[in-house]
């Protein structure tokens, strides 16, 4: 099946500091991204979706300046969280589509983001 | 807006005993549906998936679900439960007319009593 990979799987940074996370897709092309935001025993929350040379689109509420979504190939899309506080402390986990429109996603392993 | 209810927190089963997780979905038309697992600190793994046609789906690790229109519903069921099932179980939904975006119910729990 398609595989999709998160780098890092772990990262603990100081309050204030920008941190990147990278989701690549390995063995197909992926035209859209998703990135979602999961906290302690609850569901995904859906954050951006991103398509390969284009402006992601952020979901209500999700502070575009504050977490900065690239898709510059169809096989990576970088996540930075910028001037990170402790409440951005979180799971990420992105997916990837092969196609438009619906159809399965593919998940990455998720990033484990500590701010201290 | 499209909606999905996981109705069940947490679940425990005896290991061997059977197994049914609960999924409602709030929409219009007929989604697409899929039920995905989810071991501790891990990412999702897709179980199975509805778009169309026969009704009982079948996925991996014996695991099936089964689309019923009428009561908006795609619960997972599996006959005979072992103790690596345990972990995080989503329900999610997805439209055509949403940019294919899925929303994902809140999770069932699944604890595996010896």
């Known amino acids: 099946g398609a595989v999709v990979s998160q780098h890092p799987s772990r990262v603990i940074c100081k309050s204030g500091t920008s941190v990147k996370i990278e989701c690549r897709s390995l063995d197909f092309q992926a035209t859209t991204m998703f990135w979602y935001r999961q906290f302690p025993k609850k569901s995904l929350m859906l954050m951006a979706t991103s398509n390969e040379g284009s402006k992601a689109t952020y979901e209500q509420g999700v502070e575009k300046d504050k977490f900065l979504i690239n898709h510059a190939s169809l096989t990576l899309s970088t996540l930075t969280v910028t001037s990170a506080h402790p409440e951005d402390s979180s799971f990420y986990i992105c997916s990837a589509r092969e196609g438009g429109g619906a159809g399965e996603q593919f998940f990455g392993p998720g990033t484990r983001l500590t701010v201290l | 807006a499209q909606s999905v209810t996981q109705p069940d927190i947490h679940i425990t089963v005896s290991e061997g005993a059977s197994l049914e997780l609960r999924c409602n979905y709030s929409?219009?038309?007929?989604?697409?549906l899929f039920w995905y697992v989810q071991s501790p600190g891990q990412g999702l793994q897709l179980l199975l998936k509805?778009?169309?046609?026969?009704?009982l789906v079948q996925g991996i690790k014996g695991f099936e679900a089964e689309f019923k229109r009428s009561q908006s519903s795609f619960n997972l069921r599996k006959p005979s439960v072992h103790w690596s099932d345990a972990a995080e179980y989503f329900c999610?939904?997805?439209?055509?007319?949403?940019?294919?975006?899925?929303?994902f119910g809140d999770g069932t729990t699944l604890t595996v009593k010896p």
């Open positions: 929409y219009g038309a007929t989604p697409y």
């Open positions: 509805y778009f169309s046609g026969d009704t």
């Open positions: 999610a939904v997805e439209v055509g007319t949403n940019a294919g975006k899925s929303t």
